[in-house]
C-alpha cells in the first residue's frame, strides 16, 4: 500500500504547487481529439481533494482487506478507481476525459461485483449502471457539443449554450446525485466495501461536480439565469430531502450516503447563488459563493470519507451496520468513537469545526443573494437561506442520533458488546481526520482567498485568521476555537473540582433501567416524523395478538418509503418495461421481416437525400 | 480601542454573567404577582447557583466522558455567543467577530451538546426532550435566518450585528413593512428558541412534558450551575438581540446602554404578561406556530420589494 500512498502523496504536492501560484501545468484545454493531460488551478483543488481521500481510504483498505478472499484484485481495482478519478481531473481534450469519465463509473461497480456476490447486490449495481449510464449521457451530449462547437477550453456562443447547459445539468447532476436524479446513490454506496464507499460518496460526486463547474464557469459562461434558478432548486431540494431521508435511516451506511445527497445539494445550492449573483453583477459575492462550494466540497470530502471508514471499522468489529443494533462504542473503541463524534459534529455544521465554517459562508452567500434588489433573485435567496438553515438544524438531529445510537449508551447487541479497536493503521487515518476537521474549520479564512481566485473574474477576497468578508460579522474560525476551548477548560476545572458522590442509576421515574426500555433512533425522530407526516407519509403496521387475560404480544412495524422511488421512478421503469414490450412485437425472428425493415431504412434514406434533407 | 467599546465589552460580561440570571428571576417574580402569589424574589436565581455550586455531582451509572463535557461545552457556547452579540450598539473586539450566523451555530453547539448528554445517560425522558428540542429547532433556525435577512436589507444584506443595530436606530425602519413583520416574527420565534410558554413551561415538573429541561433531570451540582445559567444566558441574549435589532436606539453610547436595558426590562414583563395570559400549545403546533413567524418573514420581504420597487 505505500507505493500508491507515495504517489498520491506526490500528486498532492503538486497540486499545492499549483494552486499556490505556480501556473497552470501541462497542456491547456483544446476542442480535437489529441489525448493530453494538464493540471490547472479547479483541477490541482479537486486533485488535492482525491489524492486527501485516497491515502486514508488506501491505508484502511489494507487493514478492512486482510485476510479476504479478493485482497489483491480490491486493491488494484481501488488504486485504478483513484487513477480513473485524477485521469478526469487532468484530462484536457474529450477523449481522455470521456474515457476516464466512462472507467470512473466502471471500475466501482467492478470492485462492488468482487468484493460481493448475492443477487442483491447485483440486481443495486444494475440499477447504479443503468440510472448513471442513462443520466451520463448528458455528459456526451454536452462535451461532444462543446468539442464541436470548439468551445472545450474556450466560451461558447450564445446558439448551443441552452442545449449544452441542460445536457450537462442533467449529465453531472445524475452522477453528483442531485435529487431527483439521485436514485442509484443510496443503493450504491451502502453496498461497497468501505473504502470504495469512501471514494465514491467523498471524491466520486465531486468530480462529477469538477465537471459541472467546468461547464458552467468556463465553457458555457456567461451562465444565464435560469440555469442558477435551476441550481439552487435542485440543491436546496436535495439538502433538505436528502438529510430528511438520511434521519428516517436505520442502517449506517445508508445514513451516510443519504447525507451525502444533502452534501451535494448545499454545494450545488451556492453554485447556483454564485450564477446569480454574478449574473447581478455583484462579482465579490459570486466569487465567495463560488469560494463557498468549493469549501463544502473539500469539507465533506474530508469528513465523509472518514466516516465511511468509521463506518466500516465499526462494520468490522460489531458484525453489523444496523443502528439500533451497535451502541455503547465510545468505550470499546476510543480512537474511532472520538473521530466518528468530531465527524458528526464537523457534518452538523456545529462551531468551531469544518461544517460549520464551510456552511456559514453558503448560508451569506445566500442571504447576501436575498438582500439583492431583483425580486425573483431576492425571494430564491430567501427561501433558499430558510431552507438551508433548516438543513442545518436537520442534520444536527441526524447526527446525535448517529453518535448517540452507535456510542452512546448501552451496547443494544452482542457483537457491539465486544467490538475490539481496529488496528494502527485505520485508527491513524480515522484521527487524521478528525484532525483535518478542526485544522479545516480553523484555518477557513486562509483557504477561502485562495479558492475565490479560481472563480471566474478578477474580484479578490482578503483572508486572515478571522475571514473578514464584507456585510458580514467576520467569521473568526480561530478566535472561536480558541475562546471555546479556553472557556471550555476553565470550566472544566471548575465544575470537575467539585466532590462526586457515588454514581446513581438514572432517572426513569423509579423504574429499573431495562434493556428493554432503552431509547431508539426512531423515537428520538418521532416528533419530526409526526410533523413531516403528510410529506414523508410513513407505513405503520400494528399487530396486537390477543390471550388469555389480556393483551400477550404486540408487534409494531414502521418504515417510510422512499417516496422519489415509488412516485417517479417505479411508473418510468413500468413505462419503460410496457414500451420495450411494444418494441419487441417488431421483433418477429422471421430474416425476411429484417430485411424488409433494412430495405424500408434505406429507401426512407434515400427519400430524405434526395429532398434535400440530409444535405 | 474606544472607550464606548471597553464600556461594550464590559457590558457584554457583566450582562451575559451577571445579570442573565436576574432577568430569569424578575420574570418569575412579575409571574408570581400576576397570578396572585407572592412569587419567588427576583435574587432567588442567584440562590439557586450558589446553592448548587456547593453542592456535590451525583453522576447516573451508564454515563461517560460526553455527558460529563457536556455542561461546560453548553456555557462556553453560550458565553462566548455573549462576547458576539453588540451590547447598545457596541462591542468590544473580544477576537470571536460579531456575526448573527455565529451566534445562532454557537446556539446550535449547546443544544446538539447537550442532546449528546441524553443519549449518554440512556435514560428515556432527557431524550425525549432533546428530540422535542432539535425538532423545534429545524423550524427556529429557519426563520431566525429570514429574521436576520429582513433586518439586513436596509444595510445591504450586511449580517454583522453592529451594523444591524445601527440601521435599527432612530424612527425611520418603522416605516417599512419588512421592519415591522420582522420584529414580530422575532417575537414568536425569541419564545420558541429560550423555551418560555406558550412552547414549553419552564416551570414544568412533569418530565412527560419537558423540552428544554428533560436533558437536565440527570444533572446535579455545579454541572447543573452551569446548565442553569446556561438557560438563563439564553434568554438573556435574546432579549438583548430584541433590543439591538428592533430598539430605536440614537445618541451617545451611555442613552443607547440605558435604552437597551429599558428595553430589556419591558420585554421581561411583557413575557410574564404572556405566560400568565397563555397555557402552553401543544407540542405538534409548536412548528405551525414557528412556521407562521416564517410566513411573517416572507410577506415582509415581499413588502420591502414592493416599497423598494
Redesign the interface.
Known amino acids: 500500500m505505500l507505493a500508491p500512498c507515495a504517489g498520491s502523496l506526490l500528486i498532492a504536492g503538486g497540486a499545492v504547487a499549483v494552486l499556490a501560484g505556480a501556473g497552470p501545468a501541462g497542456a491547456p484545454f483544446h476542442s480535437t481529439l489529441h489525448p493530453r493531460l494538464g493540471l490547472d488551478g479547479l483541477s490541482a483543488l479537486f486533485a488535492l481533494v482525491v489524492c486527501g481521500s485516497v491515502v486514508p481510504a488506501l491505508a484502511a483498505a489494507g487493514d478492512a482487506m486482510a485476510g479476504a478472499p479478493a485482497r489483491r484484485p480490491l486493491l488494484a481495482l481501488t488504486c485504478a478507481f483513484a487513477l480513473a478519478l485524477l485521469g478526469v481531473l487532468a484530462a484536457r481534450d474529450v477523449v481522455t476525459f470521456l474515457g476516464a469519465w466512462e472507467l470512473m463509473t466502471l471500475l466501482p461497480a467492478t470492485a462492488i461485483l468482487v468484493a460481493r456476490r448475492d443477487r442483491a447486490v447485483r440486481r443495486t449495481v444494475f440499477v447504479y449502471l443503468a440510472t448513471t449510464h442513462l443520466g451520463g449521457a448528458g455528459v456526451w451530449v454536452a462535451l461532444l457539443l462543446l468539442a464541436q462547437h470548439g468551445a472545450v477550453g474556450a466560451a461558447l456562443g450564445d446558439g448551443p449554450r441552452t442545449l449544452v447547459l441542460v445536457a450537462a445539468l442533467v449529465g453531472f447532476g445524475t452522477k453528483a446525485g442531485v435529487m431527483p436524479l439521485h436514485v442509484w446513490l443510496p443503493r450504491a454506496h451502502p453496498v461497497a466495501p468501505s473504502h470504495v464507499s469512501a471514494l465514491m460518496s467523498g471524491v466520486m460526486v465531486k468530480v462529477a461536480l469538477y465537471g459541472l463547474l467546468r461547464v458552467l464557469f468556463e465553457w458555457a459562461a456567461p451562465a444565464p439565469r435560469w440555469a442558477g434558478f435551476v441550481l439552487l432548486g435542485a440543491g436546496v431540494l436535495s439538502a433538505v430531502a436528502g438529510i430528511v431521508y438520511a434521519l428516517v435511516q436505520r442502517e449506517l451506511k445508508r445514513l451516510l450516503a443519504f447525507s451525502t445527497v444533502e452534501n451535494v445539494g448545499i454545494i450545488v445550492a451556492a453554485l447556483g447563488a454564485s450564477v446569480l449573483l454574478f449574473a447581478d453583477h455583484r462579482p465579490v459575492w459570486g466569487s465567495i459563493a463560488f469560494a463557498a462550494a468549493l469549501l463544502h466540497t473539500v469539507t465533506h470530502a474530508v469528513v465523509k470519507t472518514m466516516l465511511f471508514l468509521a463506518a466500516g471499522a465499526i462494520g468490522h468489529a460489531a458484525g453489523t451496520l444496523e443502528l439500533e443494533r451497535l451502541g455503547g462504542l465510545?468505550?470499546r473503541m476510543p480512537w474511532t468513537g472520538w473521530s466518528l463524534?468530531a465527524g458528526c459534529?464537523a457534518i452538523?455544521?456545529?462551531?468551531p469545526l469544518a461544517g460549520?465554517s464551510s456552511e456559514?459562508l453558503v448560508?451569506?452567500a445566500t442571504?447576501?443573494l436575498?438582500?439583492?434588489?431583483r425580486?425573483a433573485d431576492?425571494?430564491a435567496?430567501?427561501l433558499a437561506?430558510?431552507?438551508l438553515?433548516?438543513t442545518?438544524?436537520?442534520a444536527?438531529?441526524c447526527f446525535?442520533k448517529l453518535?448517540?445510537?452507535v456510542l452512546?449508551?448501552?451496547a443494544r447487541s452482542p457483537g457491539a458488546a465486544e467490538a475490539q479497536e481496529v488496528p494502527a493503521a485505520t485508527r491513524a487515518a480515522l484521527v487524521t481526520g478528525a484532525g483535518a476537521c478542526v485544522a479545516l474549520g480553523a484555518l477557513a479564512g486562509e483557504i477561502v482567498p485562495v479558492l475565490a481566485r479560481l472563480a471566474p473574474g478578477d474580484a479578490t477576497v482578503a483572508g486572515g485568521a478571522?475571514l473578514r468578508l464584507p456585510?458580514?460579522?467576520?467569521?473568526?474560525a480561530v478566535?472561536?476555537l480558541?475562546?471555546?476551548g479556553l472557556?471550555?477548560g476553565l470550566?472544566?476545572r471548575?465544575?470537575g473540582r467539585?466532590?462526586?458522590?457515588?454514581?446513581?442509576?438514572?432517572?426513569?421515574?423509579g423504574q429499573r433501567?431495562e434493556p428493554a426500555?432503552?431509547?431508539t433512533g426512531a423515537?428520538?425522530?418521532?416528533?419530526?416524523r409526526?410533523?413531516l407526516e403528510a410529506v414523508l407519509r410513513p407505513a405503520r403496521e400494528l399487530e396486537v395478538v390477543d390471550g388469555v387475560g389480556g393483551v400477550r404480544r404486540i408487534r409494531h412495524r414502521a418504515e417510510v418509503p422512499h417516496r422519489f422511488d415509488e412516485e417517479l421512478y417505479a411508473p418510468l421503469a413500468r413505462g419503460a418495461l410496457r414500451g420495450a414490450a411494444v418494441a419487441r412485437r417488431l421483433q418477429s425472428g422471421s430474416l425476411r421481416t429484417y430485411i424488409l425493415y433494412m430495405l424500408a431504412l434505406v429507401i426512407g434514406l434515400l427519400a430524405l437525400a434526395r429532398l434535400g434533407g440530409l444535405a | 480601542m474606544t472607550g464606548a467599546d471597553a464600556g461594550a465589552g464590559v457590558a457584554q460580561v457583566a450582562g451575559g454573567l451577571v445579570l442573565a440570571p436576574l432577568a430569569a428571576g424578575w420574570i418569575q417574580h412579575l409571574k408570581g404577582r400576576l397570578q396572585g402569589r407572592r412569587g419567588p424574589s427576583a435574587l432567588q436565581p442567584y440562590r439557586d447557583l450558589r446553592r448548587l455550586?456547593g453542592?456535590?455531582?451525583?453522576?447516573?451509572?451508564?454515563?461517560?466522558?460526553?455527558y460529563r463535557?457536556a455542561?461546560?461545552?453548553v456555557?462556553?457556547?453560550l458565553?462566548?455567543a455573549a462576547?458576539?452579540v453588540p451590547v447598545g450598539g457596541r462591542a468590544a473586539d473580544?477576537?470571536?467577530?460579531?456575526?448573527?450566523?455565529?451566534v445562532?451555530?454557537?446556539l446550535?453547539?449547546a443544544?446538539?451538546a447537550l442532546?449528546?448528554s441524553?443519549?449518554?445517560?440512556?435514560?428515556?425522558?432527557g431524550?425525549?426532550g432533546?428530540?422535542?428540542d432539535?425538532?423545534f429547532?429545524?423550524?427556529?433556525?429557519?426563520?431566525?435566518?429570514?429574521v436576520?435577512?429582513l433586518a439586513?436589507?436596509a444595510?445591504?444584506?450586511?449580517?454583522?450585528?453592529?451594523?444591524l443595530s445601527g440601521a435599527a436606530a432612530g424612527g425611520a425602519p418603522w416605516h417599512s413593512a419588512a421592519h415591522w413583520c420582522a420584529g414580530a416574527a422575532f417575537a414568536l420565534v425569541a419564545l420558541a428558541e429560550t423555551g418560555r410558554q406558550p412552547v414549553d413551561n419552564p416551570d414544568t415538573h412533569l418530565?412527560l412534558t419537558m423540552v428544554h429541561e428533560g436533558p437536565l433531570?440527570?444533572y446535579a451540582?455545579?454541572?447543573l450551575a452551569?446548565l442553569q445559567w446556561a438557560a438563563a444566558a439564553r434568554l438573556w441574549l435574546m432579549l438583548v438581540l430584541a433590543a439591538g435589532l428592533f430598539a430605536p436606539t440614537t445618541g451617545p453610547f451611555t442613552a443607547r446602554l440605558a435604552l437597551a436595558a429599558a428595553t430589556v426590562a419591558v420585554l421581561c414583563v411583557a413575557i410574564a404578561l404572556t405566560e400568565t395570559a397563555l397555557a402552553k400549545m401543544r407540542?405538534?403546533r409548536v412548528?405551525v406556530f414557528v412556521g407562521g413567524a416564517?410566513a411573517l418573514?416572507?410577506i415582509g420581504?415581499?413588502g420591502s420589494?414592493v416599497q423598494?420597487?
Not at chain 1, 423515537?523 to 419530526?528: E, I, M, S
Not at chain 2, 444595510?155 to 451594523?163: N, P, R
Open positions: 465510545l468505550r463524534v459534529a452538523a455544521g456545529l462551531p460549520f456559514w448560508l451569506e442571504l447576501h436575498g438582500s439583492g434588489s425580486a431576492a425571494v435567496g430567501a437561506t430558510a431552507g438553515a433548516a442545518a438544524g436537520l444536527v438531529l446525535v453518535a448517540g445510537l452512546l449508551g448501552a478571522a456585510g458580514t460579522g467576520s467569521l473568526p478566535g472561536l480558541v475562546a471555546l472557556v471550555f470550566l472544566r471548575a465544575t467539585a466532590p462526586r458522590a457515588a454514581t446513581a442509576p438514572a432517572w426513569t421515574c433501567l426500555l432503552a431509547y423515537g428520538f425522530t418521532k416528533p419530526l409526526l410533523v | 455550586w453542592k456535590s455531582a451525583v453522576q447516573p451509572s451508564a454515563a461517560g466522558p460526553l463535557a455542561p461546560a461545552v456555557a462556553a457556547a458565553l462566548v462576547l458576539v473580544w477576537g470571536v467577530g460579531h456575526d448573527a450566523l455565529v445562532i451555530g454557537l446550535a453547539l443544544r446538539g442532546a449528546l441524553a443519549w449518554d445517560t440512556g435514560a428515556g425522558f431524550l425525549l432533546a428530540g422535542r432539535l425538532t429547532a429545524v423550524f427556529v433556525e429557519g426563520v431566525l435566518l429570514l436576520v435577512l439586513g436589507r444595510v445591504g444584506g450586511s449580517t454583522d450585528l453592529v451594523a418530565e433531570l440527570e451540582g455545579r454541572d452551569c407540542i405538534l412548528p416564517g418573514c416572507l420581504l415581499a420589494l423598494g420597487a
